[in-house]
């Protein structure tokens, strides 16, 4: 049974920073891109960042270019979304999830696995 669980979501005020974490299970996560997503009230689901199995390719929404950055650990079987520079925009549930394809994707229709999402709020 395959499980990707968020955590390190919460309240922060703007300019602060967080790191979200996702730890997956029940799969060999080395053969999988993974990637973040993020659905504030009210609106669709939307792409934040991916990479690719071997860390070596990223890619990354408009809207967090130069404050997130994506990253894996293939040995822990976890991957990471560090936020820098957070604003009141970026409030919403972050979801992680994993896609065996080859290279990177902003779409959610490649991504098979999904976590339950962890919530971050930024206050101004």
């Known amino acids: 049974q395959v499980q990707l669980v968020e955590s390190g979501g919460g309240l922060v005020q703007a300019g602060d920073s967080l790191r979200l974490s996702c730890a997956a299970s029940?799969?060999?996560?080395?053969?999988?891109?993974v990637g973040w997503f993020r659905q504030a009230p009210g609106k669709e689901r939307e792409f934040v960042a991916a990479?690719?199995?071997?860390?070596?390719?990223?890619d990354y929404a408009d809207s967090v270019k130069g404050r997130f950055t994506i990253s894996r650990d293939n040995a822990q079987n976890t991957e990471y979304l560090q936020m820098n520079s957070l604003k009141p925009e970026d409030t919403a549930v972050y979801y992680c999830a994993a896609g065996r394809f080859g290279g990177v994707s902003a779409y959610r229709t490649q991504y098979r696995y999904w976590g339950q999402g962890t919530q971050v709020t930024v206050s101004s």
């Open positions: 029940g799969l060999t996560f080395s053969n999988y891109a």
């Open positions: 990479i690719n199995w071997s860390g070596s390719s990223t």
